[in-house]
């Protein structure tokens, strides 16, 4: 009991206090911790099936964008979708729903789509498996850089509502809650088993496939939950911002921190994202007992190294794959 | 529509893609690494180029070829050799070369600047002659020989040479091989040297038609390529190569024969018949039929 407290408090506190100081900071920053919640929300869905089956993933990016793009569409005003996006489907372009549903609407959509993707996909494993997860992110930007029915196109996506940083942090947690919850459950503990060894697993009557699809489905589901975050958080989206970078991105984040559990899923993404914001304000001038100025570029230049140094000298990451704890187990 | 010229670009861009497969492939032989940082290698050897316009083309490409092979080893000795001796996991060895990937790219940005920088080296080449009222370019035709002839080698050198017989067993059970005394840093330094040699042809080849070089004009040839060596079985470097082929062949023919307005979906088709392929055969398109299958359980 004390060591779920633990393990579920220590994340869930980080997420807090993230949300606590983005109030007490300027508005410019505020962004960016905002940012980096969503980031977490992100990264902890794709831990959900990544971490716990082993097997890398390409494709949650596309969960994340069918999220968004539902939860931005379905919010804006219908008067003006009218306007901006006259191609909609009709019930798209005429519901109009507050923020909490589009959120639940985008987790539903999100699952509903890796499920739909998992069914033939969690066949494979290994590199098909990477590969054909890639090539769905490639399907989904594709149809949504060009297919008016479903949303803007190519033009930015504006007017979305924004939300608080305590929506964006609740929305966090709950990703958090759900993902510890299924670690914890039968469910989670039989997919990690396919994970250390397939065919003991297999011969103790764990079906890879059914438990991978699960894993998938539910990880799915969160990563619209974060989609649907994203939207809120920034109030207006282009196909552009779901595609490679992100997908890089929140993979990295989460081999930096750890890819075994949820606190190295956390403490990567926010760890990376300070790191960001820091160097993003460097290159503007900073002062850190004295001025300090970057020139444009190194930002990437750091962040990219920071990344690539902490894979190579450590990869099991930050955390080593453990959840937080006082004792190292 | 001028069918000769368009299956001729087609066939030089697939030869283009059917090296920088091989080049991945190589690698993945030996290390069971698939190298995203690869496309990389030839961006770097395309800002060679753009930085030697001046110079006569051979020493251009003389130097082209030895910066991308020293990158190349600096890939391996800096980034992965101590994944490998630590033993990680295939997941993080993939990631790292991401990071790699994206830590080059952006050293390109800061050093290059964003706006690009022109190849001129050969650009002769674009010129056409002309067979049968067809028009071909002879940078089609000098692709597909060099593309040919670099295969030939590296396939020489696998199949006729003592280390290339080393790297071919490293490639079928690295620890084995070990064992029975083929030194692991040697096989794996002539994998990415050969691989380094490839990447250096793609770039002076593929800058002729292209000659914008930008930070991350790497990563598409690399992605495709990538599908491309999947869809053709990672397991044989030939059904890598020919993987690679087809995705440029097939690449190419559409470039040239679609207007844009027909082709906004065309990525969708291309990607949903890479899924197909990979679920029917998760092995790859060409390879044997009888072969080990990928680990299923």
Redesign the interface.
């Known amino acids: 009991m004390r060591r779920a407290v633990l393990e579920l408090g220590a994340p869930v506190l980080l997420v807090a206090v993230t949300a606590l100081v983005a109030g007490a900071v300027s508005q410019a920053h505020q962004l960016e911790f905002e940012n980096a919640l969503v980031m977490t929300a992100i990264v902890v869905a794709l831990y959900v099936f990544?971490g716990n089956s082993?097997v890398?993933s390409f494709g949650h990016v596309s969960f994340v964008a069918v999220g968004a793009y539902l939860a931005g569409v379905l919010t804006v005003d219908p008067q003006t979708k009218a306007f901006t996006m006259p191609g909609l489907f009709h019930v798209l372009g005429h519901s109009h729903i507050g923020t909490v549903p589009s959120l639940a609407l985008a987790a539903a959509a999100g699952g509903i789509y890796a499920l739909a993707v998992g069914l033939?996909?969690m066949?494979?494993?290994?590199?098909?498996a990477?590969?054909?997860t890639?090539?769905?992110l490639?399907?989904t930007y594709?149809?949504l850089?060009?297919w008016q029915k479903v949303g803007p196109t190519a033009q930015t996506l504006s007017d979305i509502p924004e939300s608080g940083r305590w929506t964006l942090a609740a929305g966090t947690a709950v990703v958090v809650l759900a993902a510890y919850a299924y670690q914890r459950s039968r469910f989670g503990r039989m997919l990690r088993a396919t994970r250390e060894d397939?065919?003991a697993a297999?011969a103790a009557g764990i079906s890879?496939y059914r438990q991978r699809l699960l894993g998938f489905t539910l990880s799915g589901a969160l990563a619209g939950l974060a989609g649907g975050l994203y939207v809120h958080e920034l109030g207006l989206i282009t196909p552009d911002l779901f595609y490679?970078d992100l997908t890089?991105v929140t993979?990295?984040m989460l081999?930096f921190g750890g890819?075994g559990s949820i606190w190295g899923a956390v403490l990567g993404a926010l760890v990376i994202s300070a790191v960001n914001s820091f160097l993003g304000d460097a290159e503007n001038t900073v002062h850190v007992g004295f001025r300090l100025t970057l020139?444009d570029?190194?930002r990437?230049?750091t962040?990219?190294?920071v990344?690539?140094l902490v894979?190579?000298?450590r990869?099991?990451g930050l955390t080593g794959g453990r959840e937080f704890g006082w004792r190292r187990r | 529509v001028n069918w000769g010229q368009a299956i001729a670009d087609a066939i030089s861009l697939g030869a283009l893609y059917g090296l920088v497969a091989v080049g991945i492939g190589l690698v993945f032989g030996v290390m069971r690494l698939?190298n995203f940082a690869y496309g990389e290698l030839i961006t770097a050897g395309a800002y060679v180029l753009a930085y030697t316009s001046g110079w006569p083309a051979p020493l251009a490409i003389l130097m082209c070829v030895a910066a991308v092979i020293a990158l190349a080893l600096a890939q391996e000795r800096?980034?992965f050799r101590?994944?490998r001796r630590?033993g990680?996991?295939?997941?993080?060895?993939?990631?790292?070369t991401?990071?790699?990937s994206?830590?080059?790219?952006?050293?390109y940005?800061?050093a290059f600047g964003s706006r690009g920088q022109i190849v001129g080296t050969l650009g002769g080449l674009n010129t056409a002659f002309t067979i049968d009222g067809v028009d071909i370019r002879w940078i089609a035709l000098v692709s597909t020989v060099t593309g040919a002839a670099l295969l030939l080698a590296t396939g020489a050198l696998l199949n006729r040479t003592t280390i290339g017989l080393h790297v071919r067993a490293a490639a079928q059970d690295f620890r084995t091989a070990r064992i029975l005394g083929v030194r692991a840093n040697r096989v794996i330094g002539l994998s990415f040297v050969v691989a380094g040699v490839l990447a250096a042809a793609v770039s002076v080849l593929y800058t002729v038609s292209n000659p914008l070089v930008q930070p991350q004009m790497g990563?598409p040839i690399t992605?495709f390529a990538?599908?491309g060596v999947?869809?053709g079985g990672?397991d044989r470097l030939w059904s890598a190569a020919l993987g690679g082929f087809a995705v440029g062949f097939v690449y190419g023919m559409f470039g040239d024969l679609l207007s844009s307005q027909q082709s906004?979906?065309l990525?969708?088709v291309v990607?949903?018949a890479?899924?197909l392929v990979?679920?029917v055969r998760?092995a790859g398109l060409f390879a044997p039929l009888r072969a080990r299958q990928?680990?299923?359980?």
Do not use: D
Request: hydrophobic share 65%; aromatic share 8%.
């Open positions: 990544v082993g890398i033939p996909l066949r494979l494993s290994g590199l098909p990477g590969i054909a890639f090539a769905v490639g399907i594709n149809v850089y060009y397939p065919a297999g890879i490679l890089f993979l990295a081999v890819v020139p570029g190194t990437l230049v962040i990219g190294a990344m690539a894979i190579i000298l990869p099991s | 698939i800096i980034a101590p994944l630590q990680a996991s295939p997941a993080a060895m993939l990631v790292a991401f990071a790699v994206f830590l080059l790219q952006a050293i940005l800061l990563v992605i990538l599908v999947v869809v990672l906004v979906y990525p969708s990607y949903g890479v899924i990979l679920l998760p990928v680990e299923r359980v």
